[in-house]
């Protein structure tokens, strides 16, 4: 079992298990060209890190929201930090889950 568990971990690089799960839906999600694992976990969503757009976070919260039951608004002030990277975002969802 250990050497699964080694083997899991080498496959998801530097993100935690709920990072990349949450990374692989986002993968998934929007039809992006790397693999979950490539995801910096603190590096940013926007612009020059994974480059999202408003349209492309509308997505990953309706995917979000579908997964885990986590509702995401875009007008609630926290939204902005809780999209600055992978980790926040997955430590927000881990927070907030009903699934």
């Known amino acids: 079992m250990d050497s699964l568990n080694r083997d899991l971990a080498s496959l998801r690089g530097s993100l935690s298990a709920a990072e990349f799960e949450l990374a692989q839906l986002m993968v998934t999600s929007l039809g992006l060209e790397i693999r979950p694992e490539e995801i910096e976990p603190t590096g940013p969503l926007f612009g020059d890190g994974l480059g999202l757009d408003s349209i492309d976070v509308l997505e990953v919260a309706l995917s979000i929201s ?22 926040s975002l997955s430590e927000y969802v881990q927070a907030h889950r009903t699934r």
């Open 66 to 87: 579908k997964q885990y039951g986590v509702r995401l608004r875009s007008d609630d002030e926290a939204s902005q930090k809780v999209f600055s990277s992978l980790r």
